[in-house]
C-alpha cells in the first residue's frame, strides 16, 4: 500500500539478506494451529501472492540464495527476478 501511495514509484524491489530468500511457510506454525485460524492464515498468504500477481506497478525479485515451497510461489509472482 505504502508503494502505490508514493508518487514517485515506479517499481517494487523486493530482496533478501544472508543464505536464503525463502524456506517457504512457517510449518511449525501451521502445525500449531488448525481450524479458522489456519484457512485466515492461508487465505492471508492467497491475497498476498495475488497482490504481487496483479500489483499496478512492474515487481522484481533480487534473489540471494535457496528459495522453495510458498517462497517460490512468491517469487514466481513477481514479474521479474534477477538471482545471484
Do not use: Q
Not at 500500500?1 to 523486493?14: K, P, Q
Not at 512457517?26 to 485460524?37: R, S, T
Amino acid at each position: 500500500d505504502a508503494v502505490e501511495r508514493r508518487g514517485d514509484a515506479s517499481v517494487l524491489v523486493i530482496a533478501n539478506e544472508g543464505r536464503f530468500w525463502s524456506n517457504g511457510m512457517d510449518l511449525k506454525f501451521i502445525d500449531a494451529h488448525e481450524g479458522e485460524a489456519l484457512k485466515a492464515h492461508s487465505s492471508s498468504v492467497n491475497k498476498l501472492l495475488a497482490r504481487l500477481c496483479c500489483f499496478p506497478l512492474p515487481t522484481v525479485a533480487a534473489f540471494c540464495g535457496h528459495w522453495c515451497a510458498t517462497g517460490a510461489m512468491m517469487g514466481l509472482a513477481v514479474d521479474y527476478r534477477v538471482m545471484s
